[in-house]
C-alpha cells in the first residue's frame, strides 16, 4: 500500500467510526490570503508572501486543516467525495491533505494544524536548533524546502545544505549557503546526517524520496495528518 492510500483509509476508518461518510456539503477548502496564512511578520522573504505557493484551509466541523500548496483553488463537497478524490495533481492533494488534517482534528487525533503568525516564524526557527542541537549534536543537516527564518538559524549552527523548486532560489546564497535544486535532494539526503524536510513534499508528491533511511523530521502544518497516520517525526512547535 502506498503513502497516499494509507493517508486514505486512515480518512475512510475515520469516517465510519464517526458515522461521517454521508454528510453531505461539509468540507470547504478555500485558498487564504498571505495575512490570513502568516499574519504580518517582520521579514518578507517567506513563500506564503512572495506569492508563489499559498495555504489552502479546509473546514470541518468547526475544525481548520492547512495544506501548502503551488496549486491552489476552492473545493466544496462531502467527505465522502474527499476520500475518493483521484490524488492526480497538486491541488487535489492540497484538498485532501488539508481536508485530513481538519478531519483528523475534529475527531481528535492532531493538533496543531494552523501556521503560526507575524514573528512565531523566527521563535520556531530557534527552538528547531536547538532541537537539532539537543538530539543530533553536530549533525550534517539538509533542509528540503527553504523556510527563510529556519535556514538562517541553522547555518549559524550546523553545517548546511538547502534544496528548493522555487527557480528564483536556486543557485543563490541564503544566509551564506547556495541553495540547490531539487534535482540535486537525493545526492544532498545522503550527504547530510539528518533531513529537515518541508511537509509540502505530500502535497507536491515528492515525500517518497525522502525517506531514505537516514532521520527524517518534517516541519510545517500540512504534515500534521500525514505525521499522526503514518508515524513520521513532525516539528511545529508554534501552530495552534
Not at 522573504?45 to 489552502?56: A, S
Amino acid at each position: 500500500m502506498d503513502t497516499y492510500e494509507k493517508l486514505r483509509q486512515t480518512l475512510i476508518k475515520t469516517m465510519e467510526s464517526e458515522n461521517w461518510a454521508e454528510e453531505k456539503v461539509q468540507v470547504k477548502v478555500r485558498t487564504l490570503t498571505p495575512e490570513e496564512a502568516i499574519g504580518d511578520p517582520e521579514h518578507r522573504d517567506y513563500p506564503l508572501i512572495k506569492g508563489r505557493e499559498r495555504m489552502m484551509a479546509a473546514e470541518f466541523r468547526g475544525c481548520q486543516g492547512q495544506a501548502f500548496t503551488d496549486r491552489f483553488g476552492e473545493f466544496q463537497g462531502s467527505l465522502q467525495e474527499v476520500a475518493n478524490m483521484e490524488l492526480s495533481n497538486n491541488f487535489r492533494r492540497a484538498v485532501f491533505l488539508a481536508s485530513l488534517n481538519a478531519v483528523l482534528r475534529a475527531h481528535g487525533k492532531v493538533e496543531k494544524t494552523i501556521h503560526c503568525k507575524d514573528e512565531a516564524p523566527p521563535n520556531c526557527a530557534a527552538q528547531l536548533a536547538e532541537m537539532v542541537a539537543e538530539r543530533f549534536g553536530n549533525p550534517k543537516v539538509a533542509l528540503v524546502g527553504l523556510q527563510p527564518r529556519m535556514a538562517q538559524a541553522l547555518a549559524t549552527r550546523f553545517e548546511l545544505r538547502i534544496t528548493d523548486m522555487d527557480q528564483d532560489n536556486i543557485g543563490q546564497k541564503r544566509f551564506g549557503v547556495v541553495v540547490e535544486s531539487e534535482k540535486e535532494t537525493a545526492s544532498v539526503l545522503d550527504w547530510c546526517d539528518l533531513a529537515l524536510v518541508t511537509g509540502t513534499t505530500f502535497s507536491n508528491a515528492s515525500v517518497t524520496s525522502m525517506l531514505n533511511g537516514k532521520p527524517v523530521i518534517f516541519y510545517g502544518v500540512t504534515v500534521a495528518g500525514p505525521a499522526a497516520a503514518l508515524g513520521l517525526d513532525r516539528f511545529c512547535p508554534l501552530a495552534s
